[in-house]
């Protein structure tokens, strides 16, 4: 089949076709912010619009255009939307047979402290299911937990989303770090070094970050022990084991060091007063949201008026509490080892569909300058559907929902409610994926991406925020590093500058545009229940977005000019 080259200035001016590019994310990111667009009917709006852009303004041929989005489908439901499927799936099993709110009253037991909860479940936990799976895990767990734990809403989702960001780039046991090694040939323990030489100073600041915006500025003053305690032990971990050891097992290690060491630290410290108050400080427009208990719609009960079971105001037993950590403990366990290369090098070779998608395999052609030389895009849907870590997490379930006595026809029959539930969610997912996949195909991508490579001495910084757009246009820091690793290798060494420092800018960057993209949003609302609200999570975390991520960009530009970094990289 005849290939098509990507162009990426169609209207031979920059200013023109970068606009053109943008407008895509812009509309997107504005119906969704608006709060007047359902994010399903949003999604599905910004993928015409992109098809428009593409096909018209980019010159695509519309049949590549339409194969690039069907591809784009398929990718956001296998993985993405797999996992939250199951991992939702998991969590209403507990809620229904009352596991859940024991489970709420085992953390409130270690501390009814809602920052401190916020640290332990937010943060740590977090942390914890973004090294061993990723890909929407972190969020849909913590956001889950802590509306379980009587969080309002807006707290819940937008908090689990701002906490998820320092161990983005060592998800999913490296994930992100693999996938830039692979597409600028440098060694992956390079670059995993070179971000833990940057992501650290941000692992001290985001649990400050995120208790000041829970409880203000005094309520984050007066527990800070407990949050340098958390924040410098995940710190440390996260740069000695990203230097010294490899970046495959760095959140797993750093998150288990860090629950570890703010567990242990509450045993000799208590806060002054306890922060009972499960709102944000100042104005919180989710309180009241729905009904109670709260979520409503993720209650696995059957639809109508099956009652949810409830551990009521009784103190439960420790070995009830025992019990109620069995199904996370089952789901950790699974998910690491789905996670590790040895599985999937043993069950892949046997359980995989790879599909070459026709009249789009190798037919369009990335050219200069976004890559050194011109080459094809491959398109393989490779269906790696028992090394999926939603799989994982859905025989996870399936032995927790046998340990908690469930018959194997309720299983079903709850699984099919949890779809039921999810549908619009799926749908926004698959649409988001269809968008981000259609403009990387497309070229559009990259053309955003030329307009920031054209920053000159202010590269170090614009090129990090690059990183961080290409996470809110692709909801992964895989894809950001993928789709720009390369062009941050070509632009930096073009400039003077080190392609290591640059290309792992990308990653450490890209980790605060995990907050905002339209996915992570998706996942946050549907974990809480905060169905159709997604334009409020949005407005909430935008700008705490931007924030951190001019601030990543400013510790790059002293790694730049000031204090190379990259000059001292050890190699392990």
């Known amino acids: 089949m005849e290939t098509w080259n990507q162009v990426y200035d169609p209207f031979g001016n920059a ?12 509309a997107l990111l504005g119906m969704i912010a608006s709060g007047k667009v359902k994010a399903h009917i949003a999604a599905v709006l910004s993928l015409v619009i992109a098809l428009l852009v593409a096909i018209v303004a980019f010159g695509m041929p519309t049949g590549l255009a339409l194969r690039a989005s069907a591809y784009g489908v398929a990718l956001g439901l296998f993985p993405i939307g797999w996992i939250i499927l199951n991992v ?47 890909f929407g895990t972190p969020v849909a767990v913590t956001g889950a937990i802590l509306i379980g734990l009587g969080f309002s809403p807006l707290a819940a989702s937008g908090l689990s989303l701002i906490a998820n960001t320092a161990p983005v780039a ?99 410290w208590r806060p002054a007063q306890i922060w009972t108050s499960p709102a944000l400080r100042g104005h919180d427009p989710s309180i009241g949201y729905g009904t109670e208990p709260r979520p409503v719609a993720l209650g696995a009960g059957v639809p109508g008026d099956m009652p949810r079971v409830h551990t009521g105001a009784r103190t439960a037993t420790s070995s009830e509490i025992a019990w109620a950590w069995v199904p996370w403990i089952i789901l950790s366990v699974v998910v690491a080892i789905w996670g590790t290369g040895w599985f999937k090098s043993l069950v892949n070779p046997i359980f995989t569909i790879k599909y070459e998608v026709p009249g789009l395999h190798n037919v369009i052609m990335k050219v200069p300058p976004v890559v050194a030389k011109a080459h094809p895009e491959a398109a393989v849907f490779a269906f ?25 026809w309720r299983l079903v029959t709850a699984y099919l409610e949890t779809i039921w539930v999810l549908r619009y969610s799926l749908i926004t997912i698959a649409a988001m994926l269809a968008l981000g996949v259609l403009t990387r195909y497309g070229g559009v991508d990259a053309t955003l991406g ?62 605060m545009g995990k907050m905002i993209d339209a996915q992570s949003i998706v996942v946050a609302s549907t974990a809480t229940g905060y169905f159709g609200q997604e334009g409020k999570i949005l407005r909430f975390v935008f700008w705490h977005s931007i924030v951190l991520a001019c601030m990543v960009g400013g510790l790059v530009m002293l790694q730049a000019y000031v204090y190379p970094f990259n000059a001292m990289v050890i190699h392990p």
């Open 15 to 26: 200013w023109l076709s970068t606009l053109a590019a943008a407008l895509p994310v812009v």
């Open 450 to 511: 030329l307009a920031f490579a054209g920053t000159g001495i202010l590269y170090p910084f614009f090129g990090t925020l690059l990183g961080w757009l290409g996470v809110a246009l692709t909801g992964s820091d895989t894809a950001s590093n993928v789709l720009f690793g390369g062009l941050q290798k070509i632009t930096s060494e073009q400039l003077g500058l080190s392609g290591i420092l640059m290309a792992s800018a990308n990653s450490s960057g890209g980790v």
């Open 88 to 134: 939702i799936f998991l969590y209403r099993l507990t809620v229904e047979k009352g596991w859940f709110a024991t489970l709420q009253q085992s953390v409130a037991g270690i501390t009814t402290d809602r920052r401190i909860q916020l640290l332990l479940v937010a943060f740590a936990f977090g942390a914890f299911f973004e090294g061993a799976g990723g």
């Open 170 to 268: 060592y998800g999913a046991l490296g994930a992100p770090i693999q996938g830039l090694a692979s597409v600028t040939g440098y060694d992956p323990y390079i670059l995993g070094a070179m971000i833990g030489r940057q992501l650290p100073f941000f692992s001290v600041i985001v649990p400050f970050w995120l208790i000041w915006v829970f409880a203000g500025f005094r309520g984050m003053l007066a527990i800070w022990p407990p949050i340098a305690v958390c924040g410098i032990s995940f710190a440390l971990a996260q740069f000695l084991i990203s230097n010294y050891i490899n970046p495959w097992i760095v959140d797993i290690g750093a998150s288990l060091v860090s629950m570890g060491a703010l567990v242990l630290f509450l045993k000799v």
């Open 384 to 408: 790696t559907y028992m090394s999926y870590t939603g799989t994982g997490v859905l025989i996870a379930a399936i032995i927790s929902g046998l340990i908690m006595r469930f018959s194997p």
